[in-house]
């Protein structure tokens, strides 16, 4: 599966974006989704992750109420819904394919090409 990932951009602080992820192919729907992010001199970092029929949602504890992670399985999308962002929110954001909703990068098979997502104070 081919994902492309889109919705970036600059937003000042306590706004919000959605970032889309749209993947090519007839599998999507058997595939659990992830959304990750990398700002300048860290590690990738989990953000989100949701099951295959969009059952069951997960969150790293910086986000949990004010990001949202759905999932359009007829429409080949997934979307994070970014609230509230603050500073620290400031990265490149990948989403992801995998086989099993999890938190390690590795287990991520398909990876889209990031969006940046730039929080202004």
């Known amino acids: 599966v081919q994902l492309q990932a889109s919705g970036g951009g600059v937003v000042q602080a306590g706004g919000s974006l959605r970032l889309s992820c749209a993947a090519s192919g007839r599998s999507f729907s058997t595939y659990p989704m992830g959304w990750f992010r990398q700002a300048p001199g860290n590690e990738r970092e989990f953000v989100a992750a949701?099951?295959?029929?969009?059952?069951?949602?997960y969150y790293t504890d910086s986000v949990k109420g004010r990001f949202t992670i759905s999932r359009d399985n007829a429409k080949n999308t997934v979307y994070l819904q970014m609230n509230s962002l603050k500073p620290e929110d400031t990265a490149v954001y990948y989403c992801?394919?995998?086989?099993?909703?999890?938190?390690?990068?590795?287990?991520?098979?398909?990876w889209g090409q990031g969006t940046l997502v730039t929080v202004s104070s």
């Open positions: 992801a394919a995998g086989r099993v909703v999890t938190v390690p990068a590795s287990a991520y098979n398909y």
């Open positions: 949701i099951g295959k029929n969009g059952d069951g949602t």
